[in-house]
């Protein structure tokens, strides 16, 4: 069994500043992207930031220069770092992890979500 526990959502104001953490446990192998994704209601779930095992990282446009992803491979953990928080950053933030199975495959891991609200 894989799970994903999110933590550091809340309520701040605008220009505040969030660390969202996620942790990954259970039997795996390996991880190979870890991301964040977010769904403001009524809109398409969009994904904010990624970070493959090796290599860049990839933002959403809204977040760049505002947002850091990272990763702690010894602990199974990624973090996103949210500063300068506006209003549109309103939304459900999702932690995402891209799992090699033993058969080859990668499959897509979800958090529960963890609700992050910017007041203006």
């Known amino acids: 069994q894989v799970q994903l526990v999110e933590s550091g959502g809340g309520l701040v104001q605008a220009g505040g500043s969030l660390r969202l953490s996620c942790a990954v446990s259970g039997s795996i192998l390996s991880i190979n992207a870890m991301g964040w994704y977010r769904q403001a209601p009524g809109k398409q779930r969009e994904l904010v930031a990624l970070?493959?095992?090796?290599?860049?990282?990839n933002y959403a446009d809204s977040v760049k220069g505002r947002f850091t992803i990272s990763r702690d491979n010894a602990k199974n953990t990624v973090y996103l770092q949210m500063n300068s928080l506006k209003p549109e950053d309103t939304a459900v933030y999702y932690c995402n992890a891209r799992i090699p199975l033993r058969s080859g495959i990668e499959y897509h891991y979800w958090g529960q979500g963890t609700q992050v609200t910017i007041s203006s």
């Open positions: 970070i493959p095992s090796g290599g860049s990282t």
